[in-house]
């Protein structure tokens, strides 16, 4: 359906759209709905329509809004039926779709007015990867959480096991959107739950207690706190080797991903030999389910893949881990192709790991070329409207500038440098504690570009700015940030001499030699 199309004047005068086979819905449809009433007249259709029919108009009516912005405010009062006819053809269209936005729209306003069976429907519905429908995702497991809380409260012994399982989702689709400190608190309290009733006879099944663990142990990991990252990832894995003993055909896959959870604990905590160990176990697994399901696993044993290379890297194997990040990428690009929306994220990430694995061997022409196919998806994540991608981009820009001017490129780094520096700017604004120590380095970028393509005055201010913030930095942190704070001060005063000031240039030198004294 083009969305040029004329909306055709017997249309907007009046009749029933539920009337309309599939194949008219396509030409007549939005004449409908654009017609005398016609958010009431679609809205009063619903009810009547076959599966195909709705399926058939909600992907008329997204495609229509393009040339008619109106029919956005159609599916937005739609989403107030709280239907799950509505909502279910909605889940799938939403994440293919050229123009998501009023589909995901109309399901957030779904889920407010859905009743909890629906809210229960939504939330089994949601495939596990979709960068479209992350808010939506999000918006649906919290109404799940807050209906379950009701009926835990009223009747625990058959909701709280369902509850806790929706606090692990909740916490999955939180740190999809980069929340990761909310994420840790549903874990937490999923966990407690789980340990309160394992101690109830008969028990619950287990499986579910050894995936929170599982899951805790990465929100933990995340938030810095390994050592209890490392017990809860080692409990889970002790669990599930236990269940995968006793139903083999059931519990693989949970032991493949606590193994690989365990393997990633256990390399930040530098052990490295026992880390492989775990995850090759992890892979093996992983590959003999995807022999079986691919099409359920591969990206999972991809992810086990890329953890391997990491360990192998660290035990001074990096050939082996570059062959084992090729692999894991060749699997993303194919997974990526058959289905972008859901799996271009893992493709990004795995690009990154590429690229930094190729500049740890010394292959750096080779790794710029993945650097900036990094930033490409990276740009195209953020330009869907996600914010949480903003920081990969940043990131991804910020190491193709240091590639750059490793390359004596200047001039070509320029503009990644300014807005890489632009992009930490925002985030550093509402997250100063996440993201000002990588604008402390993206400005550091920037002013060594500046003053290399001859804009020196530019560059002082820029090298004063980067003294500012890690002087902020170290005051509650010196242990990690005198050090830098010192780089600091040292290319503060290469590019005031530079530019002729000497005497100025006298302090920031006077006090880095003391840092350093200090350090040492």
């Keep these: 359906m083009k969305a040029s199309r004329p909306v055709a004047e017997q249309d907007r005068a009046g009749g029933s759209w539920s009337r309309l086979d599939v194949d008219q819905l396509t030409e007549r449809l939005p004449g409908v709905v654009l017609g005398p009433d016609g958010a009431a007249r679609f809205s009063a259709g619903i009810a009547q329509a076959s599966e195909a029919q709705l399926r058939a108009a909600l992907a008329v009516l997204a ?26 053809p909605a889940l799938e269209l939403a994440p293919g779709a050229a123009r998501p936005q009023p589909l995901v729209a109309m399901l957030l306003r779904l889920v407010v007015a859905a009743d909890a069976s629906t809210v229960h429907s ?9 960068t479209v429908l992350a808010g939506g995702a999000l918006a649906i497991m919290e109404r799940r959480v807050a209906v379950l809380r009701r009926l835990a409260r009223s009747t625990p012994s058959m909701y709280a096991p369902v509850l806790a399982e929706a606090l692990t989702g909740l916490s999955l689709r939180l740190t999809d959107l980069g929340r990761l400190d909310e994420a840790l608190t549903a874990d937490l309290e999923a966990i407690k739950i789980h340990r309160r009733l394992a101690k109830r006879e008969p028990s619950p099944d287990p499986s579910s207690r050894a995936a929170a663990l599982a899951n805790l142990a990465r929100s933990l990991t995340a938030a810095g706190q390994q050592d209890e990252a490392l017990a809860a990832a080692e409990e889970a894995a002790e669990l599930s080797r236990y269940l995968a003993v006793e139903h083999p055909t059931r519990h693989l896959g949970l032991l493949a991903s606590s193994l690989s959870t365990l393997a990633s604990c256990l390399g930040g905590r530098r052990r490295r030999a026992e880390a492989l160990v775990a995850v090759q176990e992890s892979t093996q697994l992983y590959q003999r389910l995807a022999d079986r399901d691919p099409d359920t696993h591969q990206a999972d044993l991809t992810a086990a893949m890329i953890i391997q290379a990491r360990q192998l890297a660290g035990l001074g194997r990096g050939d082996e881990a570059l062959d084992q990040i090729k692999e ?7 997974l990526t192709r058959q289905a972008p929306d859901a799996y271009l994220p893992e493709l990004a990430a795995g690009v990154t790991t590429l690229s930094r694995q190729l500049t740890g061997l010394g ?3 080779d790794a710029l070329v993945y650097t900036r196919e990094a930033v490409r998806y990276y740009r195209r994540l953020s330009e869907r409207g996600s914010d949480v991608f903003l920081a990969n981009l940043a990131s991804s ?9 490793r ?7 320029l503009g990644h440098a300014d807005e890489a520096t632009q992009l930490y700017r925002r985030l550093a604004e509402s997250t100063p504690g996440v993201h ?8 550091n970028n920037l002013a060594i570009v500046l003053a290399a393509v001859g804009r020196r005055e530019e560059a002082v201010e820029y090298a004063r700015e980067v003294v500012r913030i890690r002087r902020q930095l170290a005051r509650p942190d010196p242990d990690r940030y005198l050090g830098p704070l010192a780089a600091s001060l040292d290319n503060l005063a290469k590019q005031l001499r530079a530019i002729g ?4 240039a006298a302090a920031p030198d006077e006090e880095a030699a003391k840092l350093r004294r200090r350090l040492n």
Excluded at 407 to 413: K, Y
Excluded at 436 to 441: C, E, I, K, V
């Design 122 to 130: 939504m939330a089994e519905a949601l495939p596990r990867r979709s």
């Design 436 to 443: 000002l120590p990588a604008l402390a380095s993206s400005t």
């Design 63 to 88: 495609e229509a809004a393009v040339e008619h912005p109106e029919l956005d405010g159609v599916l937005l009062e739609a989403g107030g039926s709280g239907s799950w006819a509505v909502a279910r």
């Design 397 to 405: 820009l910020n190491h193709l500038v240091i590639a750059l001017i």
């Design 328 to 334: 894991a990428v060749r699997i993303r690009r194919r």
């Design 501 to 504: 000031l000497q005497a100025e």
């Design 363 to 365: 292959r750096h022409a």
């Design 407 to 413: 390359s004596n490129r200047h001039s070509t780094a």
